[in-house]
């Protein structure tokens, strides 16, 4: 699963309109977020780092709630943009969530597991387990 990483305004207009999943990596307005959803129809979910995130004006979460996009919480450890312009989540993430769901261990202690050992945020993994299995894994 790739999420692209948009570190700055002026690349929210040059963007793929088949992208579903972002990352902004900078502290977007309101409107920055309408011109995302614009730019991206198909945009399922954006992700915002911690001290963004809280910023994020109830308005904005309602408008993305009716337009059916996940706002998550969460940063892509690790990520060079110099280097390429998404972040890969690994497959064994999926491999785990794979076995962990096969086991029958609850969303809850999916989502602490996997978090702690793949520095991917619960949001993340709740997502992706939100997601139909043939889709992700």
């Known amino acids: 699963m790739k999420i692209l990483v948009v570190s700055s305004r002026k690349e929210i207009f040059t963007q793929n309109p088949q992208e ?3 990352h902004m990596a900078f502290r977007p307005s309101n409107k920055d977020i309408f011109e995302l ?3 991206c129809p198909k945009i399922e979910a954006i992700q ?11 308005s904005i979460g309602m ?5 059916r996009i996940q706002l998550l919480q969460g ?5 060079r943009k110099d280097m390429d312009e998404y972040y890969n989540v690994p497959s ?4 785990v969530i794979r076995e962990m769901k096969h086991e029958g261990k609850s969303t809850a202690d999916i989502e602490n597991e996997v978090s702690k050992k793949n ?3 619960h ?8 997601k139909e299995a043939h889709v992700w894994i």
């Open 75 to 79: 940063d892509v450890w690790g990520h």
């Open 63 to 67: 408008f993305l709630k009716i337009q």
């Open 119 to 121: 520095k991917i945020n």
């Open 37 to 39: 959803v614009k730019a």
């Open 92 to 95: 064994s993430v999926f491999t």
């Open 20 to 22: 579903r999943i972002v």
């Open 48 to 58: 915002l780092p911690k001290s963004y995130f809280n910023n994020v004006s109830k």
């Open 123 to 130: 949001d993340m993994v709740g997502y992706i387990l939100s």
